[in-house]
């Protein structure tokens, strides 16, 4: 049964505490990672001299990465037991899955930017977009895992596996590092944050709440779900 | 696809037998950059569109949302 219809202005709790505590490891880690990791990436040029010697050298970097590395590892652990054994996770993850809809639902909105189509797509909890950038970021950071592990203990990977492997392994490391980089420093910093309708900032990486006028225009389908089809007091398009 | 990928790995042993001979680690280095190159070029694409739209929508009634992603 559809709940109240809800003021435009009504917060509504869209992420929980753990949820966001997730995600807050995920960026600590991540940019950690990423400086440290681009300090050796680009060793040869002046950014990465800057950062090697605000990072402390050569050794102190690598162990800095190691930790943080340690951290993603961790957390990597903690979400995969949320999503696959809470309630609450796997029903996250049901939504995160892509759909046929999806597509369509990107399509119309490319239509839109467009100009060929006056009425912005209805997407559910998740926009393609989001789910894009939450597999991207998840199975990036399981490669970048696995990858790293391999640089981490050389020597014994060594033991069991050619040259030419080790090299593939750096490549990929350092690629797709540089393109997870992309995706969530540039792609989703701007799509959460910078793009129409939510400069400056989207509270909703603190507070977990957006508010209903927000859900109505971005998840109209969840809304829908959620309190019916009638917008939300107070909204207008 | 098998047999290409047969032949990359090959490539990559030959290298090491003989590191003056192939690049194949070059050529994979190759391969990374354009293809993160790609995708630095559809996310700027995605928020060029996307500040067009806006633009449109703002010259036409004075507001401008795009779905978050």
């Keep these: 049964m559809a709940r109240q219809r809800p003021h435009k202005d009504e917060l509504l709790q869209r992420f929980t505490l753990q949820e966001r505590l997730q995600h807050w490891v995920l960026l600590l880690s991540l940019t950690v990672l990423a400086l440290t990791g681009f300090a050796l990436f680009a060793h040869g040029t002046w950014i990465g001299r800057v950062l090697l010697s605000l990072e402390g050298g050569m050794a102190a970097r690598g162990t800095i990465h190691r930790i943080f590395a340690v951290v993603l590892m961790l957390l990597a652990i903690w979400h995969l037991g949320y999503a696959l054994f809470s309630a609450r996770g796997r029903e996250q993850l049901r939504a995160l899955v892509f759909r046929r809809e999806d597509a369509v639902a990107f399509r119309q909105l490319l239509a839109y930017y467009l100009g060929k189509r006056r009425e912005l797509p209805e997407f559910g909890r998740f926009t393609p977009m989001q789910k894009l950038q939450y597999w991207g970021a998840g199975l990036g950071s399981l490669v970048m895992i696995a990858t790293g592990l391999v640089l981490w203990f050389h020597t014994k990977a060594m033991a069991v596996v050619p040259k030419w492997f080790f090299d593939i392994t750096n490549i990929v490391h350092g690629y797709e590092g540089l393109l997870l980089f992309g995706l969530l420093f540039v792609w989703h910093v701007y799509i959460v944050h910078l793009s129409p309708g939510h400069l400056p900032i989207n509270r909703a990486f603190w507070s977990g709440k957006i508010t209903a006028g927000e859900l109505y225009r971005e998840h109209r389908l969840e809304y829908r779900e959620l309190f019916g089809d009638l917008p939300p007091e107070g909204y207008e398009e | ?69």
Excluded: C, D
């Design chain 2, 1 to 69: 696809m098998t047999a290409g990928l047969s032949h990359l790995l090959a490539l990559f042993a030959a290298s090491e037998a003989a590191p003056e001979f192939p690049r194949p680690v070059g050529v994979l280095r190759l391969v990374a950059r354009i293809g993160i190159g790609a995708m630095l070029a559809l996310m700027v694409a995605y928020v060029f569109l996307e500040q067009l739209a806006a633009w449109k929508r703002r010259r036409g009634n004075g507001k401008a949302t795009t779905p978050q992603g």
